[in-house]
């Protein structure tokens, strides 16, 4: 995985796990293995790696197939309030840029032209207001316009 996931081409989303109640060898590797994908730097490859506490080696696949699906599909959701906070009021770019990235993204990895949602919009136009970055409203109305070109 070391030597194949920094030549990756094409998104993808790789995804482990294990837990404190693991079997040991098999904890210790996942996590080694962690270690060493972990400083890989390719922009197509998305990692992520959870250490549960609780499940055995025989249920920790009921947290993890469900953890990894989230993660695949949180560019698809709504704009959230971690989101919000998390990423895109510590933006230091556009957040306008941000937001037609994040359906770009979406039509890339599922071939869906998903329409920007209202409530997206607004999520971008209250970050714009909190940091004061008013330069942005322009762009914001512009893609609104190509957007929603019949909302008003």
């Known amino acids: 995985m070391s030597e194949k996931l920094p030549k990756i081409e094409s998104k993808v989303f790789y995804y482990l796990a ?22 890989i730097d390719n922009k197509n490859v998305s990692l992520s790696f959870d250490k549960f506490e609780g499940p055995s080696h025989y249920t920790l696949p009921a947290y ?30 556009s957040p306008v840029d941000y937001l037609i990235q994040k359906y770009q993204t979406i039509e890339d990895l599922f071939g869906i032209d998903k329409p920007v949602l209202i409530n997206d919009f607004r999520a971008i136009a209250t970050a714009i207001e909190k940091t004061e970055k008013f330069e942005y409203f322009e762009a914001l109305g512009e893609l609104a316009n190509k957007e929603l070109p019949n909302l008003y």
């Open 64 to 93: 993890a197939i469900s953890k990894a699906l989230e993660n695949i599909f949180f560019v698809f959701q709504p704009i959230s309030k971690k989101e919000y906070k998390e990423s895109i009021l510590k933006l230091e770019s």
């Open 18 to 39: 294990t837990s404190d109640n693991d079997v040991k060898f098999i904890k210790e590797e996942t996590e080694a293995l962690n270690t060493i994908i972990s400083g």
